[in-house]
């Protein structure tokens, strides 16, 4: 019989092992239960991150289109403010030219008017002179004229004075 039982096992240590292996039958399934749901789980959120994934993927290339298309944008509008400022800059230094120039004539005006005023001046100088001059010659011819007539007066009267002296 000792031969026996090295084979055999006891009907309650049979028992028991049997009852955990159905135990533990009992427990993989619950477990296969658990891993199956897990398993949908772990598929749904892969299912959902792919989805995610995609829509991400999607915004990040509609985010870079909208990125690029606002940068050009800002390129161009500080291309276009640089254009500006260099012909404001250009406008400014024509201006600054152009008053230049105008001052210049202004002073070159106030130049000829000084020199109408001393013309002006001259002028007036040369008629007051021209009028004394005219007065004199006039006052002189007056008294040439005056004495021409007494003159000539005298002489007629001589003339007619001296028939009778004869």
Do not use: W
């Amino acid at each position: 019989m000792v031969l026996q039982d090295e084979n055999f096992v006891s009907k309650e240590e049979f028992q028991a092992v049997e009852k955990k292996l159905v135990e533990e039958k009992a427990a993989h399934a619950k477990t296969k239960v658990l891993l199956s749901k897990e398993e949908e789980k772990l598929q749904f959120a892969l299912g959902e991150v792919e989805v995610l994934s995609k829509q991400l993927e999607k915004e990040k290339l509609a985010f870079e289109k909208a990125l690029s298309t606002v940068k050009s944008r800002a390129l161009q509008e500080s291309s276009k403010k640089d254009q500006l400022i260099t012909k404001c800059n250009e406008i400014e230094s024509h201006i600054i030219k152009q008053e230049d120039i105008l001052n210049g004539k202004e002073n070159e005006i106030k130049e000829l008017q000084q020199v109408i005023c001393q013309q002006k001046q001259i002028f007036r100088k040369h008629m007051s002179d021209f009028r004394i001059q005219k007065q004199q010659e006039n006052y002189m011819a007056q008294v040439l004229d005056q004495k021409y007539k007494k003159a000539s007066g005298t002489r007629q009267a001589q003339s007619h004075q001296r028939p009778r002296e004869k």
